[in-house]
């Protein structure tokens, strides 16, 4: 699964601090519905504080986890809108607010917010269909024709008299599996050094080109150097490179598939923009 997998994006694409999977949820989402009536938060210095204030700090805090109707996670809210009341009425005696730089940043923060917010609608809206999930499941499995998974195991010591020593061992007939009970590696040491179904390319390059010349059921006569050090391999298997199910990958190329559709909608408004 990971060798197929690696055909997809390791990471969405972003334009400026806007992910699209970032965009989904987290502090950025909003209600749904706000109450018009609702009395204000609080009234400080006569400076009314919008209910709406609390409501989308209480959806950020709730879509990480907080609870819906805890009373005490509400007064906490309130109390620090009073203080950033406050603070902001301080600020703007002293004359912040008139500085170039600081409307700005407030400026790219309301920027931020509306774009947030689009976004986030625009993904609901273009959500893959099950068609298009299953044609590129199809057009990723085509493309793995020819690629080979190997299932290796090995040992990794640390000086090449050590991997040479233990190799002597090997010819002699000692077991694979009880030499890797003294392997560096704590992944794979108390599994005889199992590293299980794997393709090349998930491994330094060294240790790769060791392996894919090694035949079925065979360990290397020469240690292996790696930045790890030494490594001792045995190839016990190898067959096409499997692809895993559908379902197993779905939400990987759901991403993947809704960034290739926000990337084309970013080309077509930067094409049929007049940007002089």
Not at 100 to 112: M, S, V, W
Not at 114 to 141: A, F, G, S
Not at 174 to 195: Q, V, Y
């Amino acid at each position: 699964m990971k060798s197929f997998m690696k055909q997809l994006p390791a990471v969405l694409a972003t334009i400026g601090i806007i992910s699209i999977v970032g965009c989904t949820g987290g502090n950025s989402a909003p209600p749904s519905v706000f109450d018009p009536n609702a009395a204000p938060v609080a009234i400080v210095n006569g400076t009314s504080i919008p209910n709406e204030y609390l409501e989308v700090i209480l959806a950020g805090q709730r879509a990480q986890g907080a609870p819906a109707d805890d009373p005490q996670v509400k007064e906490n809210i309130r109390k620090d809108l009073i203080r950033r009341t406050l603070l902001e009425q301080d600020a703007i005696k002293a004359g912040i607010n008139n500085r170039p730089e600081t409307r700005a940043r407030q400026d790219l923060a309301k920027q931020d917010a509306l774009i947030r917010d689009y976004v986030q609608d625009w993904v609901k809206t273009h959500t893959p269909t099950e068609d298009e999930l299953k044609q590129e499941y199809e057009t990723i499995k085509s493309g793995l024709g020819g690629q080979k998974e190997y299932h290796a195991r090995h040992i990794l010591l640390k000086t090449e008299p050590e991997a040479k020593a233990a190799i002597a061992k090997l010819d002699k007939g000692a077991k694979f599996a009880e030499l890797a009970t003294k392997s560096l590696d704590p992944g794979s040491k108390d599994k005889g050094g199992d590293l299980g179904w794997a393709n090349p390319s998930m491994f330094v390059p060294a240790f790769s080109e060791a392996m894919v010349k090694l035949e079925k059921g065979k360990y290397s006569k020469e240690p292996v150097k790696t930045d790890y050090g030494f490594h001792i391999i045995l190839l016990e298997d190898l067959r096409d490179l499997q692809a895993p199910p559908l379902d197993d990958v779905k939400t990987e190329l759901q991403q993947r598939l809704q960034q290739k559709k926000w990337q084309e909608y970013i080309d077509q408004i930067e094409k049929s923009a007049d940007v002089k």
